[in-house]
C-alpha cells in the first residue's frame, strides 16, 4: 500500500513539461541517453561476474550473489539489463522505421555480422588451438556454417578445455542471442498486427509471465516442449527474460507517463534486496520491474552524462561475443599461474580489445552511420506513430 501511494504521488508531481518524467522527450535522441554506456558496463559485468565461474568453478561468492543471497548474481543481472534496454531501443527502432523490411534489415545487419565471424574463429580457429580433435571435413564446415546462420550456436565437436572448470564449454554466452532475434521477430509481429499500441494488454502480458515463473517454481516444472523448444529456446528461459524484454517495451510505450523519482528507485531497490533474504518467489517478482526502472533512470539522468564514454563506438555487443572463450583459453593456457586479479585483469582487457576490433573490422560496416541513422523520434516523416 505505501509503494502504491509513493507511485501516485510521484505522478501527481510530474511538472506540466514533463520535467519529472523518467524518460523525458528532450533525452529520446540516441545521442541524449546513456544506453551505450549501460551496454558496455553490462558487457564487462558479465566478463567480471564469468571470471569467478571459469575461474573459481562457482560464482556463489560473487559479490552480487552474495547480496542477493545467491538468487541472482552479476551475470543475470546484465543479461537481464540487456534484455530490458533492447526492449526499449527494439520498440523504438520499429516505430521509427519507415518499413517492417527495414525494420528487419537492421536487426539483421546488427546480429548477424558480428555473431558469424565470433562463432566462425571459435570454431576454425580456437578449437584447432585448444583440441586434440579435429574435424576438418567440408561437411563439418558446412554444418557449422548452415546452423549458426540459425543462431544455433553450433561447434565441430572437440575436447577443448576439458581440464577448465567449465568443461568443454567454447562460449557459455552464445545462449542468449537466439532469444534476443525472436525478440525483434516479436516485435515485428506486434507491429504488424497492431498490437504493439495495445498497451494495457502488454502490461497484463508482462506480469502474467512474471507469474507464470513463480508458478512454475513452485510446481517444480521447467517444461521443455519438445520440438518447440529446440525452435524457439527453452521455454523457462523465456519465464526469465521474456518479462524484461517486455518490461522495456512498456517503458517505451509509457514513456510520457512514468514518474521519475528516486524515492521510489531506493524503496524499489530495498525491498528487491530483502526480498532475496526472504523469498525468491517475491525476488522474481520484483526484481524485473525494480532493474527496469533503475535502468531507465540511469539512461535518462540529467547528472549522470556518459554519451562520450562510446563516442568511437558500440563495443559492447563484440565484447560479450568474444569474452566467454578468451577467459576459456585463458585459464587453459595459464590456469592458476595467474592470481584471480590477474585473470581478471586480462580478461577485461582481452574482451574489451576484441569488442574493438569487432567493431572496426566487422560490425560497424553492416551498420547505419550514426551521424545520419539515428534519429529523435518523430524526425522521420515516414515513421510509424504509436499510441
Known amino acids: 500500500m505505501g509503494l502504491w501511494v509513493l507511485i501516485r504521488e510521484s505522478w501527481y508531481n510530474i511538472n506540466l513539461d514533463g520535467s519529472q518524467l523518467l524518460i523525458s522527450a528532450s533525452d529520446q535522441v540516441r545521442s541524449g541517453n546513456n544506453f551505450d554506456a549501460i551496454r558496455l558496463a553490462m558487457a564487462t ?3 567480471w561476474s564469468h571470471s569467478f565461474a571459469l575461474y573459481y568453478g562457482t560464482e556463489s561468492f560473487e559479490p552480487i550473489s552474495l547480496a542477493l543471497n545467491g538468487t541472482y548474481n552479476a551475470g543475470n543481472i546484465a543479461v537481464l539489463v540487456f534484455f530490458i534496454v533492447s526492449g526499449f531501443l527494439i520498440t523504438r527502432s520499429f516505430v521509427t522505421s519507415s518499413s517492417t523490411k527495414s525494420f528487419i534489415s537492421k536487426r539483421i545487419r546488427r546480429i548477424y555480422p558480428g555473431y558469424l565471424v565470433a562463432t566462425s574463429l571459435c570454431a576454425f580457429v580456437v578449437i584447432p588451438l585448444y583440441s586434440s580433435i579435429r574435424d576438418k571435413s567440408l561437411l563439418e564446415i558446412i554444418k557449422t556454417f548452415t546452423l549458426n546462420l540459425f543462431l544455433r550456436n553450433y561447434f565441430p565437436p572437440s575436447n577443448a578445455f576439458t581440464a577448465n572448470p567449465a568443461a568443454n564449454a567454447i562460449n557459455g554466452s552464445l545462449w542468449s542471442i537466439p532469444f534476443e532475434f525472436w525478440c525483434y521477430i516479436g516485435v515485428a509481429a506486434l507491429g504488424v498486427t497492431g498490437f504493439l499500441s495495445k498497451k494495457r494488454a502488454l502490461l497484463v502480458f508482462a506480469v502474467l ?15 521443455g516442449w519438445g520440438f518447440i523448444g529446440l525452435v524457439f529456446g527453452w521455454p523457462y528461459m523465456w519465464f526469465i527474460i521474456l518479462p524484461c524484454f517486455l518490461l522495456g517495451m512498456l517503458a517505451y510505450c509509457y514513456r510520457n507517463y512514468l514518474p521519475r523519482s528516486r524515492a521510489l528507485l531506493v524503496v524499489l531497490t530495498a525491498m528487491t534486496t530483502a526480498a532475496a ?8 517478482l520484483l526484481l524485473p520491474p525494480a532493474l527496469a526502472y533503475g535502468v531507465f533512470y540511469v539512461a535518462f539522468s540529467e547528472s549522470i552524462r556518459l554519451h562520450k564514454v562510446v563516442k568511437f563506438g558500440d563495443f559492447s555487443y563484440g565484447t560479450y561475443l568474444y569474452a566467454f572463450t578468451i577467459q576459456q583459453m585463458l585459464y587453459a593456457s595459464l590456469g592458476h599461474t595467474l592470481s584471480f586479479g590477474g585473470y581478471l585483469a586480462l580478461s577485461l582487457c582481452f574482451s574489451l580489445s576484441a569488442g574493438i576490433c569487432s567493431w572496426f573490422f566487422v560490425e560497424r560496416w553492416f551498420v547505419i552511420n550514426v551521424a545520419r541513422g539515428r534519429l529523435a523520434l518523430g524526425e522521420v516523416s515516414s515513421a510509424r506513430s504509436l499510441p
Open 45 to 47: 559485468l558479465v566478463v
Open 209 to 223: 509471465v512474471l507469474i507464470g515463473r513463480v508458478v512454475l517454481d513452485l510446481l517444480g516444472r521447467k517444461p
Open 277 to 284: 533474504w526472504i523469498s525468491p518467489h517475491v525476488t522474481h
